[in-house]
């Protein structure tokens, strides 16, 4: 009878690989769940906004919406928040155990710091543009940051040109980003 000298390393590098491998699948979950919210969120909005003006006769009719609509508005908001918390707490986790992981690979290691600097970042933005938005007036407002993509929602009912304007300037001052990158959107 003859044994096979089994190699233990290449045992160890291979489970150190799959959990990798399964952190970054996490990690990219995690990221599609954000997009298809983002994605979700912005549809819903945008298609409120495109109808609005088809709509303004029959909501003008309707006053206990109206009055629905605005009592709900501060929960959104706080909703909004603590649901991108959460969000945000879990993929930060998920960064962090790759980063801790003394089996990391540098390379992997070196993207998950950057990740972790990106979504750090984009967090301090967001609070920033929604203390700098009150400050200019605006009762409440709530700012996703992701890379290429900004989106503001603000309680109005109504945006104009000159309220766009002001958001506009404020963000793109903050974030850096393209005006065609960035979305405000009243919540109304």
Known sequence: MQFQKI???KVRVNKIQKKQAMVLGGLFCLLLLTGYLN???????????????????V?????????AVSASSGSFFSDFRIDRERIREKELASIESVINDENTNQQVLAQAQE?????SSAMEKEITLEGLLKAKGFSDA????????????VEE???????????????????GEDSSNIKVLPKG
């Open 157 to 175: 009912a109504e945006i104009d040109e000159k309220k766009a304007a002001q958001i506009l300037e404020i963000v793109q001052r903050e974030t």
């Open 115 to 119: 990740q972790k600097m990106k979504v």
């Open 7 to 9: 190699d233990f390393s």
């Open 142 to 153: 709530v700012v996703t940051i992701r890379e290429n993509s900004v989106n503001v929602v």
């Open 59 to 67: 909501s003008s009719q309707l006053p206990e919406h109206n009055q």
């Open 39 to 57: 994605f979700k969120f912005n549809s819903n909005t945008s298609t409120v906004v495109n109808n609005k003006k088809a709509d303004s006769t």
